[in-house]
């Protein structure tokens, strides 16, 4: 089994950025595709990005396009979400999760039911 905890979210202003890591264990990184999601008051969980276990597919929300990277370290068994130019419609709650599979899991739009392990939440506020 495969257990994910996120880190690094917090208080930003508008325009700032923020990493999120999604730290990884009790199994090998290399077998997982890892999303990450966000949900805020009144709003479904949402896709936000995703990379495939190689990290031959990438995909991101139309609404952080341009603004979030996501990139892994399979070595350190992190992967990580660079956020920047945040606005406060980025406010959520962040989830990172694992499914296997290989690049099927990361086709757009990137969709909850891919996923089987899922950390419990990062919380990103971007307000002045």
């Known amino acids: 089994q495969l257990q994910l905890v996120e880190s690094g979210g917090g208080l930003v202003q508008p325009g700032g950025s923020l990493r999120l890591s999604c730290t990884t264990s009790?199994?090998?990184?290399?077998?997982?595709?890892i999303g990450w999601f966000r949900q805020a008051p009144g709003k479904e969980r949402e896709g936000v990005s995703c990379?495939?276990?190689?990290?031959?597919?990438?995909n991101y929300a139309d609404s952080v396009k341009g603004r979030f990277t996501i990139s892994r370290d399979n070595a350190r068994n992190t992967v990580y979400l660079q956020m920047n130019s945040l606005q406060p419609e980025d406010t959520a709650n962040y989830y990172c999760?694992?499914?296997?599979?290989?690049?099927?899991?990361?086709?757009?739009?990137?969709?909850?039911?891919?996923?089987?392990?899922w950390g419990r939440g990062t919380q990103v506020t971007v307000s002045s």
């Open positions: 999760a694992a499914g296997t599979g290989s690049g099927y899991v990361c086709s757009y739009p990137v969709a909850e039911d891919r996923f089987d392990y």
């Open positions: 009790g199994s090998i990184l290399d077998y997982y595709a």
């Open positions: 990379v495939s276990n190689t990290g031959g597919v990438v």
